[in-house]
């Protein structure tokens, strides 16, 4: 199943949010088309227990462009996939897909 996302000027939306506070999680990848007319920013982070999140890995997606972000090999007990319309004018757009 996929979602749509309209993400105005500088806005950041979380299209993913895994959380277990007592046993760590292995999260899902996700993937993320961007069907925008502006560059987005993805980026997933990763939190221990004391829910403080570090960014794992960013990356950039060109307008029609479509990428997959790996979920962590290792067990989390948070986790988040983040998508950022840096531009201050246009309306970014993206499609994401949860992956089993």
Do not use: C
């Amino acid at each position: 199943m996929s979602t749509n996302y309209v993400i105005q000027p500088l806005e950041t939306v979380t299209v993913w949010d895994d959380a277990e506070p007592i046993i760590p999680t292995v999260s899902k990848s996700v993937i993320v088309t961007n069907n925008g007319e502006t560059k987005l920013e993805v980026v997933n982070y990763w939190a221990p227990p004391s829910h403080v999140f570090y960014p794992d890995t960013t990356y950039w997606v060109e307008p029609n462009d479509t990428i997959i972000v790996q979920a962590p090999e290792r067990s989390f007990y948070y986790y988040r996939v983040n998508v950022t319309n840096s531009d201050d004018t246009k309306v970014g757009a993206a499609i994401v897909e949860i992956l089993d």
